[in-house]
């Protein structure tokens, strides 16, 4: 697409949901508490995060108390490219916006949203979707039926404005809307490049492993998610992606790998 006078990129890109998710639960409480648990907690520091940089600016901008106790469990990798932490941003300003009645509409929150994050806007929506702009242009893309998927993440972290930056202006021309809601889910996955793809390889090699280990182990469709390092392959049935799973894991004993489903709505 291209690099915006702002300093954002203008981005084109086909959002969808799978059934992997995190657990935020949060309540009024005497003081501000936050506990972070699950197989990715490691990686979130819990004095600066989305929902601390949300929490200071709901609180500045609304006049709201920061005596809340959050609880996170983090399912989701971390710095994977699959939008774990924009989902729980976006997830607690709905929060925040009920237990305080700030009653902001949805354009509302995903025009705040804006200021911590591209794609947290996505997340406001109930149905996967083209987004376009700087994220705040969003069409729903029409309903499919759920897609089995094997997900693979190195347990490596890689920053998205690093991966932006390494990328330069090597990008694919637009595509007009109208074009990519009528196209079948399938052939825009298999068609569509990850413009991020290379910048991503050229600081973690390992995402070029994974792709190629997928499409031996007999994938129809090998992608990154996002901004990397998270892969995902599509196959033909789930037999196929049940041996390739076992594959991976005895490969990358390391890595987490799971069985998901893309989803269209929530």
Same mark, same amino acid.
């Given at each position: ?7 954002f ?9 799978t ?9 009024? %409480?005497n003081?501000?508490?936050? &506990?972070? %648990? ?53 997830q607690?300003m709905?929060?925040?916006?009920k +237990? ?7 354009n ?11 794609? +947290? ?8 979707? +083209? ?11 029409? *309903? ?12 490596v ?5 690093? +991966? ?7 990008? *694919? ?10 196209? @079948?889910v ?15 390889? /050229?600081? /973690?090699?390992i995402i ?7 499409? &031996? ?9 996002? *901004? ?8 033909? @049935?789930? &037999? ?10 005895q ?12 989803? *269209?709505?929530?």
């Amino acid at each position: 697409m291209g690099k915006r006078n702002d300093g954002f990129h203008d981005l084109e890109s086909l959002l969808a949901f799978t059934d992997l998710a995190d657990e935020l639960e949060v309540e009024k %409480s005497n003081q501000f508490q936050i &506990k972070i %648990s699950g197989k990715f907690a490691e990686f979130v520091d819990p004095k600066n995060n989305l929902l601390t940089k949300t929490l200071d600016f709901f609180a500045t901008e609304f006049g709201i108390t920061k005596n809340l106790y959050i609880r996170l469990k983090k399912n989701i990798p971390v710095g994977g490219g699959l939008g774990g932490g924009s989902s729980d941003a976006a997830q607690f300003m709905k929060i925040l916006n009920k +237990i305080f009645a700030l009653n902001l509409n949805k354009n509302e929150l995903q025009k705040i949203s804006l200021n911590f994050g591209s794609d +947290i806007a996505f997340f406001f929506e109930d149905h996967a979707s +083209i987004i376009k702009g700087r994220g705040e242009v969003i069409e729903n893309f029409p *309903s499919f039926e759920p897609i089995p998927a094997l997900l693979v993440n190195p347990c490596v972290n890689l920053s998205t404005k690093e +991966i932006f930056y390494k990328f330069g202006t090597s990008f *694919s021309p637009e595509i007009p809307t109208q074009k990519l809601l009528q196209e @079948n889910v399938f052939e825009l996955i298999k068609s569509l490049p990850n413009d991020l793809e290379k910048a991503a390889i /050229s600081t /973690s090699p390992i995402i070029s492993e994974i792709l190629d280990t997928l499409k &031996k182990s007999g994938a129809d469709h090998a992608k990154m998610s996002g *901004s990397g390092t998270t892969c995902f392959g599509i196959f033909a @049935n789930e &037999k196929k992606l049940d041996e390739a799973k076992k594959t991976l894991q005895q490969k990358f004993p390391r890595f987490f790998i799971k069985k998901i489903s893309i989803l *269209s709505h929530v």
